[in-house]
């Protein structure tokens, strides 16, 4: 861990004094877990950037038969599971 300084104003210090004693969490653990949960929430979200990355990937692609596609899809899976020696129900 790396040491800092914070300057609080006396009611952020009271405050956190006041959930230290009722938690019996340290001050400094406290204000790990609010830094923790800042730099999660600045975080962009993984499943919403996949998704806007990969909206109208598809938009030039044809298919005609989309179970056909499926089929294809699901019988390539089969086949490499065939020649990796994996078990299609249990994965091993």
């Known amino acids: 861990m790396v040491r800092t300084h914070v300057y609080l104003t006396e ?3 009271a405050q956190l004094q006041e959930m230290s004693t009722t938690s019996g969490v340290p001050i400094s653990k406290l204000i ?5 949960r ?6 962009p979200d993984v499943f919403e950037y996949a998704l806007e990355r990969a909206f109208g990937l598809w938009k030039d692609h044809e298919i005609e038969d989309s179970s056909e596609y499926v ?7 089969e086949e490499r ?3 990796l ?3 299609g129900e249990t994965g091993h």
Do not use: H, T
């Open 81 to 83: 599971q065939e020649r």
């Open 11 to 13: 009611s952020q210090k």
């Open 32 to 36: 790990r877990e609010a830094v923790d």
């Open 38 to 43: 800042l730099l999660q929430s600045a975080q």
């Open 71 to 77: 089929r294809q899809l699901r019988k390539g899976w």
């Open 85 to 87: 020696g994996i078990d």
